[in-house]
């Protein structure tokens, strides 16, 4: 099939590619829906895929990977740059030239007996002076479709990249034998490409993802001026119809989706306060013409963990994966062909396929301890499914961002809610974000996982150079730079019980952040950052709920457990950044010192 561009860029890079693996065919995907439609009937009839319910799931198809290749693989996951300090302490390195050695042999003539797919796709909107093209070749209908809904492709995404430009992200994805030994997720920053082999499971193989939206764009951010950020994109509408956009950052199981498509509560939505979603995962900034930081959210589409959301916890996402919808390792009901996974509801369905593809009775099956869906199964969704989606989400120019927030899981240390002095502390902030591990990660439950900005498997260089980008991009921004907020919506009591509610009640805190961004409110300067008055919190409809008691322990700063902070930061610092490479810019540490100065008053 004929070349849909006449880039000899990107055709070279195509010709290479087919000379290596040596498919039977090469099909160019032109985001027709007529191909895809073609497709999806190839992949329903090999097997490969399946078609759920069309009158209640219209569009939606099912999809299981290998028993082996479920998740990301951050173990075999690497950053390949010529020096080993350029990948930094937090990145698994390797030569480039070692890397291109090992790896050749494994895709020389790995497409014999396959179709190669040439996936043109656009990060971002078309036309977006924001957006990055990126041309992904697969032998993977599945990495096709879900391309499709993650990302903008076809022919149209060529229209950013013109016909001379080499500014585009070379994407080399091969199924090969879906070999965990011979598994690898690798990223060149410096030669704009990603080569991933030996898997069929989104996260390695949807290369537009993390791949290249947080570890190729955040080196290429670094380069050119902006940022790529692991962050959340929502906006506030108030009753007057003005709309603050704010982006936040979280470690996983620490509710980033559910905040994304956030329900705000009855006391809100009755005087006509909106929660507008522009994006649930990455954030791309940039500086707009008026100095100030404007966001896109570089992706199409939802990848979202299933289990666990439910009309409850999340009624947008579920809302999302009603239509055209791709549904990965949850499980079947035999007697609808619906999908069913843990959270959904409490009726597991009695005639079902679990996740691997045994027929079992569902609550037997669960009832002798088993899971029917995989617990990272996913759904792909596209975001004009979503009922909160924003009217901005296609902006070209994106939305101007007032506030951005960090947060984890914490029960004791940190407050609900409070603001940085300004951008360099904030950026310290960022540096010190951590998580204490749930159930849901393997190993000890309450330990503390250091997830700098929650970016720490992706930024796609140094850390420490990492965060002097932040710093220098504060200093770009200047007074126009949004403020910046940590929130903690997981401290608990004396008998373990969470104090905060959480979920559509996280609204309370973004209405006191957005009051604070407009000067609205004043604020209690305390050692750590200005924390908000008990007044300035609404508690309307939850007084019995959150009593003045327990909103004074959610916004207390306890000196003791604020001193071990310190304590750990240094060791973090010290031993598992500056001693392995990483390069510590000075301002962190000062900020640091001024931190237990003020403490220690």
């Not at 040596?22 to 497709?39: F, H, M, R, Y």
């Not at 992904?136 to 076809?154: A, P």
């Not at 939505?269 to 100030?292: C, F, M, N, Q, S």
């Not at 009624?315 to 609808?336: C, E, H, P, Q």
Request: hydrophobic content about 40%; glycine content about 8%; charged content about 25%.
């Amino acid at each position: 099939m004929a070349s849909l561009t006449k880039n000899p860029n990107v055709n070279a890079w195509v010709d290479e590619m087919i000379a290596l693996t040596k498919p039977d065919k090469v099909v160019w995907i032109d985001g027709s829906t007529e191909q895809l439609n073609a497709l999806r009937a190839e992949a329903t009839e090999t097997g490969e895929m399946t078609w759920l319910n069309q009158e209640e799931l219209p569009g939606c198809l099912y999809h299981r990977t290998a028993v082996n290749d479920v998740a990301r693989v951050e173990d075999r996951t690497f950053i390949c740059t010529k020096t080993k300090e350029d990948a930094g302490p937090t990145n698994n390195w390797c030569d480039p030239a070692e890397m291109y050695a090992k790896l050749t042999p494994m895709y020389d003539g790995v497409m014999k007996g396959r179709t190669m797919y040439v996936i043109p796709y656009s990060m971002g909107p078309i036309g977006s002076p924001l957006a990055k093209v990126g041309v992904e070749v697969t032998d993977s209908i599945y990495v096709v479709l879900n391309m499709d809904i993650m990302t903008r492709v076809g022919t149209r995404a060529f229209e950013n990249l013109g016909d001379t430009s080499n500014d585009f992200v070379r994407g080399l994805h091969a199924k090969a034998d879906i070999d965990p030994e011979n598994r690898y997720i690798v990223q060149f920053p410096e030669d704009n490409a990603i080569w991933s082999i030996n898997s069929g499971y989104g996260g390695n193989v949807l290369l537009g993802k993390k791949c290249f939206a947080l570890r190729i764009a955040s080196f290429q951010a670094k380069n050119e001026g902006w940022m790529a950020e692991h962050m959340l994109i929502l906006g506030v509408e108030k009753p007057d119809g003005e709309v603050k956009y704010i982006t936040a950052a979280f470690p996983s199981a620490c509710g980033k989706t559910n905040l994304a498509m956030l329900i705000p509560p009855v006391c809100y939505t009755e005087k006509g306060y909106k929660v507008w979603t522009v994006g649930d995962d990455i954030a791309w900034l940039k500086p707009g013409a008026d100095g100030r930081l404007y966001a896109i959210n570089p992706e199409n589409g939802f990848f979202g963990v299933a289990p666990g959301t439910n009309a409850k916890s999340n009624y947008n996402a579920l809302a999302s994966t009603k239509k055209n919808a791709i549904f990965t390792n949850v499980a079947i009901n035999n007697d609808d062909m619906t999908v069913w996974w843990e959270g959904l509801d409490k009726n597991p369905p009695v005639n079902a396929t679990e996740w691997k593809g045994a027929k079992v009775n569902g609550p037997e099956f669960i009832a002798e301890g088993n899971k029917l869906a995989h617990p990272n199964s996913r759904f792909t969704a596209p975001a004009e499914n979503c009922p909160c989606i924003s009217p901005e989400f296609n902006n070209p120019n994106g939305v101007p961002v007032s506030a951005m927030i960090f947060g984890g899981r914490r029960e004791k240390t940190t407050p609900l809610v409070y603001q940085a002095f300004d951008w360099t502390h904030g950026t310290y902030i960022g540096s010190a974000v951590s998580s204490e591990t749930t159930a849901a990660a393997t190993g000890a439950v309450g330990v503390l996982r250091h997830d700098p900005m929650a970016m720490k498997p992706f930024i796609g260089y140094n850390v420490g150079d990492y965060w002097a980008h932040w710093l220098e991009m504060g200093e770009k921004l200047g007074d126009k730079a949004p403020k910046i907020f940590n929130v903690n919506w997981f401290k608990k009591d004396e008998n373990g019980n969470f104090m905060w509610p959480g979920f559509g009640d996280n609204m309370r805190v973004l209405d006191w952040i957005i009051k604070r961004c407009e000067d609205a409110v004043d604020a209690e300067e305390t050692a750590i950052g200005y924390l908000p008055k008990a007044e300035d919190i609404n508690l309307e409809g939850i007084e019995d709920e959150v009593t003045p008691e327990i909103l004074d322990k959610l916004l207390a700063v306890d000196k003791d457990l604020w001193v071990e902070e310190i304590a750990e930061m240094r060791r973090y610092y010290n031993d598992d950044i500056a001693a392995k490479g990483g390069r510590i810019p000075e301002a962190l540490i000062k900020e640091l010192d001024k931190l237990e100065e003020r403490l220690a008053k």
